[in-house]
Every structure is written in structure tokens, then in C-alpha cells.
């Protein structure tokens, strides 16, 4: 529940319709700007921008309360030309909507601004100077109006006639008359460069004719592709710095052709050097006549022969009796032991 209280001002007050608080249309922006301009004192010439700047209205609310207010026929604006040429805005604003045509009969009543002679800075007046001696001559179309053309007036010293000469030589494009097949490799190896780095993915295509030529001059020098990659590659700058034009450096780095180096002559096969025996030198001078036993030994048994024998004293003396007989008790076993060769 809403109570309500008011109390009449004695002075500075302004009478407004329930239409105008209560319009469905109008934003409270619109409002307050509309009952701000009918609050002012008659006679007074506040533009609808300088009173949005006083209440606080922004620049894209004071637009759309303005565009309502106009919609709605509460404000009427028109441009016309004062005396001068200068033109001039004039803005309407009741407190009842106006059509068109009303609003037109009583803007036509209004002073336009600047119809009175207004008063010339002194700035900008003619000086009242006594104008220069002498009669007005008309601009000169050309040159200068201080120079003495009868003679040289410049400081420095007179620049010697130029004689006609042969005209320098202009570094033409790289051409070559390398046969088809070497252009095609070199079609090829340039069709290649982009897989070579990232920096060289963009080279522009209408660049490889000429990347072609340069290539091919390589190739015809005799340089295998593989030499060409590797230049491309050692010329390359390192991962971080960004290469912004690969066309041209890749022109740069293969405008000259370097001379194909000799090849390197084959070194001389070093003198082989003498067998050593598999024992080593203080092995071989013990083990010099030894040959291995033909007796059953788990390991081979080296001896040194007398008489060209081929088992060693043990085996041929029956020395492996003992290991039989040893086997033989382990066993459980009775092992008939016979003298004689085993």
C-alpha cells in the first residue's frame, strides 16, 4: 500500500499533462528531456543536445529519446539558409503533439538565425593598411617570381653538360640453354624446394621460371641435386627467425654458381699388417710342436708328440682306468677291470 503527500511550490514550477508522464512510447529518457525543454523560461534557446547534456544522457540514449520524441510529434526540427549562405537548425518542442504541417506554420514565425548582420571579428576584417606602391600585376603561370632567369643564381657551381653515352648495362634475367632433360630436373628439384623447410612453402608460382633457369644453370654446371639441396639448406636462417620472401631468397642463394669441386683422390690401402698367432706371442713359442689328443677329454688336451703319436702319455698309458673305476663304485656296481689300452 502507497501513500501519496504533496505540497504545491510556492515558485519554479512548470504544469504538465498526464499524457506526457504517462505516454506508453516515450522512455524515461525521452520524458525527462521533453519536460526539461518545457521547463525552460519563454525566450530561451537551449538546443535538445545541450539539455541532454545537462541531464546526463548519453549520446545513444539522447538519439533514441530524441527519434521518439519526433515520432510522437512533440519535437520538429528543419534546416534553412540564413543570410551569408550559412545554414541553421530549427528545433520545435510543445507539449501537445503537432503534425507537420502545424508545426511548419509556427516555425515560419520563427527569426531564422543569423538573418541580422552579426558583427565581423576583427580578425578576420580587411586591414585598413594602405595597399603596396604600384600597379597589380597578374600572377606568373610558371617559375618562380624571384628567380633571375637572365643568370644563374644559385650558389652552387654550374653542373658540366652531360655527354651522350652508352647506356648502362641492365642486369637482364639469368637465361640458359640447358637441353630439355636438365630443365626438367630442374623443373623437378624446384617443384621440390617447399618440402625441403617450412620457410619455403610459399614461394610464389610465378616465380619458378625463374628459380627453374637459376636451377638448371647447377645442374648444367654439374652439380648433382642433392649439392643444390644442401646449399639451399646451409643458407636457410635458424627456426626463429621468419623468413617474409622465400622467392627472393631463394633467387639470392642460387644466383651465383659456385665452381664443382675436384674429387678427392682414393687414399692408399695401408700395408696389412702381419698375422699374429691366435695364442699371442708368449703362447707360441710353448705351444711350438703341440697337437691336440685324440683320447675322449671333455676339454682339448694339447701335448707335444715324440714319435708322431696322436694320444697323449695319459690316455696311452691307461690313465682314464682310474676315472672308470671311479664311475664304477658310484654306480654300485662290480666293473671287471682289464688291463690294456682303453
Known amino acids: 500500500m502507497i501513500y501519496r503527500h504533496h505540497i504545491a511550490p510556492p515558485r519554479a514550477y512548470t504544469q504538465f499533462s498526464h499524457d506526457i508522464i504517462r505516454h506508453p512510447r516515450l522512455s524515461s529518457d525521452a520524458v525527462r528531456l521533453l519536460t526539461w525543454q518545457l521547463s525552460l523560461p519563454q525566450g530561451a534557446r537551449e538546443p535538445l543536445s545541450r539539455t541532454a547534456e545537462r541531464a546526463n544522457i548519453g549520446a545513444c540514449a539522447f538519439s533514441r529519446a530524441k527519434r521518439q520524441l519526433k515520432e510522437e510529434g512533440f519535437v520538429h526540427e528543419r534546416r ?88 648502362p648495362a641492365v642486369a637482364a634475367e639469368p637465361e640458359t640453354d640447358a637441353p630439355p632433360e636438365i630443365l626438367s630436373a630442374a623443373t623437378d628439384l624446384v617443384a621440390g624446394f617447399p618440402r625441403l623447410s617450412p620457410a619455403l612453402r610459399h614461394v610464389p608460382r610465378p616465380m619458378h621460371a625463374e628459380l627453374t633457369r637459376l636451377t638448371a644453370r647447377w645442374l648444367e654446371a654439374g652439380h648433382p641435386p642433392s649439392a643444390v639441396r644442401i646449399h639451399i639448406l646451409r643458407g636457410l636462417p635458424d627456426d626463429t627467425t621468419p623468413v617474409h620472401r622465400p622467392g627472393g631468397l631463394l633467387r639470392h642463394l642460387l644466383r651465383e654458381v659456385p665452381p664443382v669441386p675436384e674429387p ?19 703362447l707360441s713359442a710353448r705351444l711350438t710342436g703341440a697337437v691336440e689328443c685324440q683320447g675322449p677329454h671333455t676339454q682339448p688336451m694339447l701335448f707335444r708328440p715324440t714319435a708322431g703319436e696322436t694320444l697323449c702319455p695319459r690316455c696311452a698309458t691307461g690313465g682314464r682306468l682310474a676315472d672308470v673305476a671311479d664311475r664304477g663304485r658310484r654306480a654300485g656296481s662290480t666293473t671287471t677291470l682289464v688291463r690294456g689300452v682303453c
Open 80 to 167: 534553412v539558409q540564413g543570410s551569408g549562405g550559412h545554414w541553421a537548425t530549427q528545433q520545435l518542442v510543445s507539449n501537445v503533439p503537432l503534425s507537420a504541417a502545424e508545426a511548419a506554420k509556427l516555425l515560419g514565425r520563427m527569426p531564422v538565425a543569423g538573418a541580422a548582420p552579426e558583427p565581423v571579428s576583427p580578425q578576420v576584417a580587411p586591414s585598413p593598411l594602405i595597399p603596396a606602391v604600384g600597379d597589380p600585376t597578374p600572377r606568373l603561370s610558371d617559375g618562380h617570381p624571384k628567380k633571375d632567369l637572365a643568370g644563374n643564381t644559385s650558389d652552387q657551381p654550374p653542373e658540366p653538360p652531360v655527354q651522350p653515352g652508352p647506356e
Open 264 to 282: 678427392t683422390p682414393p687414399r692408399p690401402a695401408p700395408d696389412p699388417l702381419p698375422p699374429t698367432p691366435a695364442a699371442g706371442p708368449r
